[in-house]
């Protein structure tokens, strides 16, 4: 099974701050490349996804850039705020192929 | 739109009891996947279901089976439950390969 590797494992920011999580695949085709959001006891929803024909993707306080180079993609929250503490998942899809999901990076925005 | 709704939210089971599981896709989709979370960690794919029939599975054994009905609501069922099925399972639906919505989840306890 494809590896998706995740980092940080946890982060804390003040609000107002950015929040970055990276997200690295191995080498194989992906079409799409989703970032997950999870708060407890809930499923998670789709935040921001990004195809590998564009490098970077902006909706409100959250962008995706894509380095398809380095096989890397990361997640930016802008103005952070506490209502976005969360748990962060990314995923990569292959071509035809269902999703694999990266372990999750926890994020806690203090007040 | 209830979007995709699963049940029940809550189950607790002892090893070597089976266990069936359900989904209702959001409406318009006809596609479901289903993801075993265990705590901490990002979701794994169990295996997807399009016009009744086992589309794509994952690592999972023959204990894990599914069914899809007409209405493309979705079952899964796990046989000779072991303490590791213990998880979160997710049932997300699409309209064929697009993006996926996830539902709330079932959480599984095996003692």
């Known amino acids: 099974q494809q590896q998706v590797k995740q980092s940080p494992q946890s982060l804390i920011v003040q609000k107002g701050g950015i929040s970055i999580i990276n997200c690295a695949y191995e080498?194989?085709?992906?079409?799409?490349f989703p970032w997950y959001q999870q708060f407890p006891g809930k499923g998670p929803a789709l935040l921001i996804a990004?195809?590998?024909?564009?490098s970077e993707k902006k909706e409100g306080r959250f962008t995706i850039s894509f380095n398809k180079s380095a096989k890397q993609f990361s997640l930016h929250i802008m103005d952070s705020q506490p209502g976005d503490s969360a748990t962060y998942f990314c995923?990569?899809?292959?071509?035809?192929?269902?999703?694999?999901f990266g372990p999750g990076t926890r994020l806690s925005v203090l007040p | 739109d209830a979007g995709v709704t699963q049940s029940p939210t809550h189950l607790i089971k002892t090893r070597g009891q089976q266990v069936t599981l359900r989904c209702s896709p959001k409406?318009?989709?006809?596609?479901v996947s289903w993801y075993q979370q265990a705590l901490g960690q990002g979701p794994q794919f169990i295996f997807q279901?399009?016009?009744?029939?086992?589309?794509q599975r994952g690592n999972f054994p023959d204990r894990f089976s599914g069914h899809q009905f007409p209405n493309y609501s979705s079952e899964l069922n796990v046989n000779a439950l072991l303490l590791g099925d213990s998880a979160l399972y997710l049932c997300?639906?699409?309209?064929?390969?697009?993006?996926?919505?996830f539902g709330p989840g079932t959480r599984l306890t095996v003692l």
């Open positions: 279901y399009y016009e009744e029939e086992e589309r």
């Open positions: 990004i195809r590998p024909d564009v």
């Open positions: 080498n194989t085709a992906f079409d799409y």
């Open positions: 997300a639906s699409s309209q064929g390969a697009n993006e996926q919505f």
């Open positions: 995923a990569v899809r292959p071509v035809s192929q269902n999703f694999v």
């Open positions: 409406s318009g989709h006809d596609t």
